[in-house]
């Protein structure tokens, strides 16, 4: 099968099954997106295709075929990404495991809904833990991106 | 002199490494052979043509290296004890390359545990920055024939103010080199008001990296040619294999073998629990080839394990009078006269760490020695346990320590890189060992679950005579010692047997209780059950006397002075530091009563329907922390925390930013404790598995804003990454008796004793 990885097309022929988070893993050595649970419990493999966050622990590779996926080290063409920018603005991450996948959430968010409330981003980032507890910092940076006052 | 060949022979590598734009990491955190075999000739710091310390070395260009030998987890120790050093040695904060220390006793105590990097590396970085900075003033002074004493530093440059001459770092290195190192009686130390980091801090050095998605974590150590591995380990604690298929996982693409591991020999420590590992080409594979194991297990002594009749066994002994940690004066006289008594329990469940990165180490072992790549809280840990597992020395055991993703005390015990060694040597390759989630949390090593009882007399004011505790939990020592099933004086000492309260008699007791899981170190440790017990308890005898809790509080900790907790608490340790430059200060600990008070507005705002406020504070790793919450409850009881101020007293203050953000994050595993943190067993088997049954506090669920106000304190540092979590449980559930009039004596919210 072909699927497009950061803009570059791949051919797989291993297991059909394999979720794609593994693949971007182990096979390509993509690390950037990271496992967290395999149960779409944690937000922490998400990555985009065709430019929307998905969960790549429960999306089998053969699912991605034929779809752009993208993932946080291509993110951006250029440096580092507006929404990235802002997370070292607001200090964000502690021990940053989760933060490529809150990242890849929240550009994702922000390209659904630029102006997201408090509800919105409570709602668009609940998927996303984050065991350090940044979550406010999380806000701050996402209502920052979007162009509002934290 | 050997030391330019060699650093010629350095530039050289590193130079390579340079123009592919991937100097920091490959120094750091990426895993490939070159830099593994560097690291055997020491560190670039050692290279550097001045090295007067293991901690840092200075090359010809200028360039400082700062050696991190703590790891980093997300509490900014990796940046915050370098950062000691530069600013002592005046050098430019810019100009400094930071880089992982490997596992060396040469470094010291590396264990990044006891919120106690920064207080130990305000001491030992201090020296090494004003040994090298001496040196460089020296030579300068040396270089233009003018007294030392005319000559100072001025960042990364030293200069003769009266010629104005002045010599760069780097240019001044050689000849600084030649000069004997100082003693330590001659180093003078910057004054506070010199200090160009300390007090201001700097961004994590990893920041860029980690939101680029470009840092490297345990989890995604590579090295050429290995395997990965996913092990599937006894179900219950001391269970042995009785029999498996060894061949049905070959069926799944990708499996290469399986290989059992043998069970631990009690007590467990650090070893691996055994089981059977199952090696593959990815490590889906590795997952999917364990569900056609079939093991069939013996499962040992502790398949009688339940948590609903432990809990029972626990609270009955808390009942009990146990052994005495602490006494003053005599509470039996006191209850035995009457009066107003109030008594009450208190219960936590187990708790897992789950780190967003579960467990996984990358081991090579190849003639004799091992090399691994481990996210590891103690890579000095690594090295024995290892060493013990394979039978070689422990100098055999190079382990390079990526950064963590999360570690809370899980990952101070090794288990899981003694797995990744084991099973290197048995396959031949290097074998990367990945814990699932449901590993994680289904094989942790547990927050002990406690049981207190809180006897008081009151006299007409409501202010206590007597006070009583007891605490009852299976005791980390039971991790390192057979039977051990009394709490040690260092357990005890995390906020039992130094309960600063003002009160004329008071005894403090601990009764036995036998291990049935692993019982380890967890954010904090004990101080979050016996700060639960005993601030809500004060609570429950503020209402009981209609008193403003803030007041009250105020009152139970009494005047100003320093209490000598070790008159009647022998044993006590005060965190291994001493009692003189750390004393128990009840000044300190009301400061951040009235601070937290005072930014929450306490007493000046009339909260409105099913909301309110409730306060607790706490001393833990020497620092002074207390917390006031905001409730809102609605009609079907659930939560909401919209606020939470924090004030911090926590002497100096290092990273001030860093320090905010750990108190926050505190707050939010401290929600996560309130809520939902609770792990059972039923017949010996732990019966979560994933977030979906031991669910963590997500954005919508943790305090909408805390504030942190950090005191401004010339006192030495004490800790910053735990001591924010043991206040925050009795602060909600306080909150949520002033917002409901429920009080909340069990823990989780979640659990059905609330229901």
């Known amino acids: 099968m072909q699927i497009k990885v950061n803009g570059v097309e791949r051919s797989y022929d291993g297991d059909p099954k394999l979720p794609l988070l593994w693949y971007l893993r182990d096979v390509l050595g993509l690390t950037g997106t990271k496992y967290g649970c395999g149960m779409a419990l944690c937000g922490a493999c998400t990555v985009h295709q065709d430019g929307k966050a998905i969960l790549s622990c429960v999306t089998d590779v053969s699912q991605a075929s034929g779809k752009e996926i993208t993932t946080i080290e291509a993110i951006s063409k250029n440096g580092l990404h507006p929404v990235q920018q802002k997370w070292i603005e607001f200090n964000v991450p502690q021990c940053g495991y989760c933060q490529p996948g809150q990242i890849m959430k929240a550009i994702s968010l922000l390209k659904e809904n630029p102006k997201p409330s408090d509800e919105d981003i409570e709602a668009g980032m609940a998927g996303n833990i984050c065991r350090c507890g940044t979550y406010q910092r999380i806000r701050a940076a996402i209502k920052a991106a979007a162009g509002e006052n934290a | ?755």
């Open chain 2, 1 to 755: 002199m050997s030391d330019n060949i060699l650093n010629v022979s350095r530039r050289g590598f590193l130079q390579g490494i340079v123009s592919t734009g991937a100097l920091v990491l490959s120094v750091r955190l990426i895993p490939d052979l070159l830099w593994a075999a560097e690291t055997s000739a020491g560190s670039h710091a050692d290279h550097a043509v001045l090295h007067p310390s293991v901690y840092v070395g200075i090359d010809t260009d200028g360039t400082v290296y700062l050696v991190a030998h703590r790891s980093e987890m997300g509490t900014t120790s990796r940046t915050s004890v370098p950062l000691i050093l530069a600013d002592e040695l005046d050098a430019d904060w810019k100009r400094v390359k930071l880089e992982q220390a490997i596992g060396d006793p040469r470094y010291g105590d590396q264990d990044t545990d006891g919120s106690h990097s920064v207080r130990d590396g305000f001491v030992v970085m201090r020296e090494a920055g004003a040994t090298a900075r001496l040196m460089l003033t020296r030579a300068a002074a040396q270089k233009w024939g003018v007294p030392v004493s005319e000559c100072e530093s001025d960042l990364h440059v030293i200069v003769h103010r009266a010629s104005k001459r002045k010599a760069g770092y780097g240019e001044l290195a050689s000849a600084a080199a030649k000069l004997p190192v100082p003693k330590k009686e001659e180093l003078q130390f910057k004054p506070k008001s010199a200090w160009r980091y300390m007090g201001k801090g700097a961004p994590s050095y990893d920041l860029a990296e980690i939101c680029a998605g470009k840092a490297g974590y345990g989890m995604d150590a590579r090295l050429e040619g290995m395997v990965y591995a996913s092990v599937e380990h006894p179900p219950v604690l001391g269970g042995k294999v009785k029999s498996y298929d060894e061949k049905a996982p070959l069926q799944v693409k990708g499996v290469k073998q399986t290989i059992p591991i043998k069970p631990f020999t009690p007590p467990h420590r650090f070893q691996p629990l055994g089981g059977v590992a199952v090696i593959a080409d990815n490590t889906w594979a590795a997952f999917q080839g364990r569900k056609k194991l079939n093991v069939a297990w013996d499962n040992g002594a502790n398949a009688g394990y339940n948590s609903d009749q432990y809990k029972k066994e626990l609270q009955e002994t808390a009942r009990k009078p146990g052994k005495v940690a602490r006494n003053i004066g005599d509470v039996d006289a006191v209850f035995a006269q009457g009066g107003k008594i109030m008594e009450a329990e208190y219960y936590i469940p187990h708790l897992a760490h789950a780190t967003m990165e579960p467990p996984v180490a990358l081991a090579d072992f190849r003639d004799g020695k091992v090399t691994i790549w481990a996210p590891t809280q103690s890579p000095q840990a690594v090295q024995s346990t290892v060493a013990e597992e394979l039978g070689i020395p422990k100098e055999n055991v190079i382990c390079h320590v990526p950064l963590l993703g999360g570690g809370f005390g899980r990952k101070s015990k090794p288990d899981y890189a003694a797995e990744a060694a084991i099973l290197s040597k048995a396959v031949g390759k290097p074998v990367k060992v990945v814990w699932s989630r449901e590993d994680d949390i289904k094989f942790g090593y547990y927050h002990a679950v406690a049981a207190m009882y809180i006897k008081a007399a009151l006299d007409e004011k409501g202010k206590p005579t007597a006070w009583l505790q007891r605490s009852v939990y299976p005791p980390i020592g039971s991790t390192f010692a057979l039977n051990t099933t009394y709490g040690d004086a260092g357990e005890l000492g995390l906020g039992w047997t130094d309960l600063p309260f003002d009160i004329p008699n008071h005894r403090a007791e601990n009764g036995p209780a036998e291990n049935h899981v692993r019982i380890g170190w967890f954010r904090s440790v004990a101080n979050i059950y016996h700060a639960f017990a005993a601030q809500s308890f004060a609570n429950e005898l503020a209402h009981a006397s209609g008193r403003d809790s803030v007041e009250y509080l105020l009152e139970l900790i009494g005047p100003a002075r320093i209490v000598d907790v070790k008159a009647s608490a022998p044993e006590y340790d005060n965190y291994g530091a001493s009692t003189k430059d750390y004393p128990l200060d009840t000044a300190r600990m009301r400061r951040v009563v009235e601070l937290a008070a005072e930014k929450s507005g306490w007493g000046k705002r009339t909260p409105g329907k099913g909301s309110g406020m409730g306060i607790a504070v706490h001393r833990s790793f020497l620092t002074y922390v207390a917390t006031v919450v905001e409730v809102e409850v609605d009609d079907k009881g659930e939560v909401k925390i919209p606020s939470v101020h924090t004030a911090v007293d926590a002497g100096i203050v290092v990273n001030p930013e860093a320090t905010r953000a750990q108190f926050e994050g505190a707050a939010v595993f401290g929600t996560s404790i309130v809520r939902s943190g609770s792990i059972t067993a039923k017949n010996g088997v732990i019966e979560q598995s994933n977030f979906n049954d031991y669910p963590v506090a997500r954005i919508n669920e943790g305090p909408y804003k805390t504030t942190v106000h950090i005191v401004d304190s010339d006192a030495p540092p004490a800790g910053v990454g735990e001591p924010g979590v043991p206040p925050f449980a009795p602060a909600v559930c306080n909150a949520i008796f002033a917002a409901t009039g429920k009080r909340i004596r069990e823990l989780p919210l979640s659990s059905t004793a609330n229901a």
